[in-house]
């Protein structure tokens, strides 16, 4: 849709995906996290007694304590499904609170996730909100900074509203100074790139077709010349 430059379609869009999300109507299949068995569990109880440099113990892996505290029969390679059931979108899957381990997550069966999987339930609505809007947060570069820190939400019912000239893209408005590359730093050839052309041993302006160079800026493509090993002749 941005590509397309249909700023308010996306906008929509967003905005739709928060309401499924905060009532709960996207799929367990699709909010499940999935990590695979690298340890076995006599190994990994024996993993989590040991302490890292700074002296603390080792971070609990939640499907690892998914699997200890549902006694399942699981071996190395098997794949483990889990959802973070968590009310805040600061409780991780697994916290350590003094000696006691608190587990935000519930295990999900694969077959479940297989045989239904436009199934739902119950999961970490503040949470995953949160991690989408980090998804979605670069791509409002394109809006103009007049709305862009008035875009994100986390419950529907704060949906601000923008006229359609809002919405309209924008460009050349970073959302960080030192965000965007300057003109010279994108025609300017990069120390990476003057190394790899060095590298191959190949002029950099070589994919230019027969006739096409004098489209170009003489005076970057005359810079760039003298960066490299084998110039380009204008």
Known sequence: MLLDGKGQEFLDSYYEYVGKLYNKEIPISKIANKARVKQTLDEYKVHITKRTKSGSLMSRQAHMELALANNLNVGLGDTIYYVNNGTRKSHGDVQKKKDEVVINCYHVDEKEIENNPDGLGEYNV??????????????????????????LIEDPADRPLFTKSQTELVRGYPRRDGDQDTLDEVLTLSDTEIIFWDNVGISPFYMYLDNTMDLVDSEYVNKNNGLVSIPQTV
């Not at 503040?126 to 709305?147: D, G, H």
């Open 126 to 151: 503040p949470r995953y909100i949160t991690a989408f809007n980090k998804r979605i947060e670069p791509l409002l570069v394109v809006f103009s900074p007049e709305i862009r820190d008035e875009i």
